[in-house]
């Protein structure tokens, strides 16, 4: 119990600044915010001892830490409390996931500044992205992208700019260097809410704002729009409304006419509704399917198509399939593939599980070189043992970790219940098809999600400019 109560302190000095040991109050001193991480730091780099620089380097990296704006973990576990740098919040809190990165790498190289690191640590970048991976899990999965973007950042649009979440992840976007960011919202609103989360984003500085108010004056947007639906009903006083209101379709626009190089959407709002949007200015050059990478403990699975075809065809299936296989190898995986039914390799001959069979067979003929079969239940997909009991000559080795389901009821609900009973993260959904680089997330995405659909379409925008190039 403090000597003084909090309360009582405030009463006699409303502006004093007070820290207890106690969790119940703003500003904990915890022993646990700095011991584990000196300790690793020391440990990692040999230091002979733990000196006072290597201390004043942890104090220094509390400090620095305690300005910068909370993640969502912390966000999540301190819900309903303001956590922005300031009288109430001058202390991480013990749970901030960051403070593995953050302590062990100042403790290391003030222990090499000192002359007591028996092991010095050359790289001290490589140093903190290998403990960022402990507490972040698709850190390393997500790897790849991260560094093209930050080779070359490209523009990407995100309509929801007033948005918390947003608005966290382009603080990450910026501070990472892997995008150059268009907000659309009433720059007023953002720059409220940026101070409001302490974050350090600059209107007009490391990021652009698009008021839609006021993006259409020269009417270039509603006259190109409205040369692409005029046709279906659409004037043009109501093209113009349209890209006044309707934030997404004004980000497809952004894109379509290349002010933009992408667009990140879906965190306030229906799928559909996004999707919709962004089909009738983009358009699609193949059939449009989605496919959602899980990260379990086991490793990655991909399911397709969650989100967008109802009850696709023989052929749709295959064309799911094929991009489906693109973007598993896109993330430098080899892809098995298993195409999932109620039917085990021709038990049934229901119409859902002949258009499995089916489209498998016209995948294995097409694709020679890639493992692909079914129709098969999701045990024999997963389990080797079990599959070869049934089917021992399967085209396919192991487990698949790409999954094709016949409709979307099976594939959404099959996403839902691994989201749910395991501990699998979502990076996605990732959209094939459409003729420039758009992604819908869900609403329940994190910050770090759309940073991570952020950096994956930066380096799809490349991966379209080397495949067209060649």
């Known amino acids: 119990v403090p000597e003084i109560m909090p309360e009582l302190a405030k009463e006699v000095r409303p502006d004093a600044i007070l820290a207890t040991g106690r969790s119940d109050y703003p500003n904990q001193v915890n022993n646990v915010l700095c ?55 001058l202390i991480p809190k013990p749970f901030d996931p960051r403070l593995i990165e953050e302590v062990p790498v100042a403790v290391v190289a003030a222990a090499m500044e000192s002359g007591v690191a028996t092991r010095p640590i050359e790289d001290l970048e490589a140093y903190r992205t290998s403990l960022h991976e402990f507490v972040n899990r698709t850190g390393l999965f997500m790897q790849p992208f991260i560094d093209i973007a930050r080779r070359h950042p490209e523009k990407i649009v995100y309509p929801e700019g007033e948005n918390r979440d947003i608005l966290l992840a382009v603080q990450a976007v910026v501070d990472e260097g892997v995008a150059q960011p268009i907000l659309l919202g009433q720059p007023e609103v953002i720059r409220e809410r940026i101070e409001q989360f302490g974050l350090r984003l600059e209107v007009g500085g490391n990021i652009e704002v698009v008021n839609p108010a006021e993006a259409d004056r020269d009417k270039r947007y509603s006259q190109f729009y409205h040369k692409l639906v005029g046709r279906s009903g659409v004037t043009v006083e109501g093209a113009q409304n349209l890209v006044r209101t309707n934030n997404t379709a004004l ?30 200015v983009l358009g699609s050059n193949q059939y449009i399917s989605s496919l959602c990478p899980l990260l379990l403990s086991s490793g990655p699975l991909f399911i397709a198509d969650s989100f967008l075809n109802v009850d696709p065809t023989v052929d749709e299936i295959v064309a799911t ?9 896109h993330f430098g995986i080899k892809p098995k593939v298993a195409l999932l039914s109620h039917s085990n390799f021709g038990t049934s001959k229901a119409e859902s599980a002949v258009k499995m069979h089916r489209a498998a067979a016209i995948l294995r003929r097409e694709l020679p070189n890639v493992e692909i079969d079914g129709e098969m239940h999701s045990y024999s997909a997963l389990n080797e043992a079990l599959r070869n009991t049934v089917f021992p000559d399967a085209n396919l080795s192991g487990k698949a ?52 659909m952020t950096a994956f379409t930066v380096a799809e925008i490349h991966r379209r400019q080397d495949l067209h190039a060649g």
Do not use: Q, W
């Not at 300790?39 to 300005?67: P, Q, Y």
């Not at 290349?258 to 965190?267: E, Q, R, S, V």
């Not at 094929?322 to 598993?328: H, K």
């Open 321 to 329: 399939t094929r991009a489906s296989i693109d973007l598993v190898r």
């Open 401 to 452: 970790n790409l999954l094709i389901m016949p409709n979307l009821d099976t594939a959404n609900i099959a996403l839902g219940l691994i989201r749910s009973l395991t501990d699998a993260l979502l990076i996605g959904p990732l959209l094939s098809g459409l003729k420039k680089p758009a992604h819908i997330v869900i609403p329940s995405v994190t910050s770090r999600g759309i940073f991570n």
């Open 251 to 280: 980000a497809a626009v952004m894109v379509a006419i290349g002010d933009a190089n992408g667009l990140i959407c879906g965190k306030v709002g229906r799928f559909e509704s996004h999707f919709r949007d962004i089909h009738d």
């Open 35 to 89: 011991f584990p991480f000196i300790f690793r730091g020391a440990l990692d780099c040999g230091a002979t001892t733990i000196n006072d620089a290597m201390k004043a380097a942890c104090v220094k990296a509390l400090a620095n830490l305690a300005r910068k704006e909370a993640n969502d973990v912390v966000n999540e576990a301190y819900a309903g409390e303001e956590l922005r740098f300031g009288p109430e919040y």
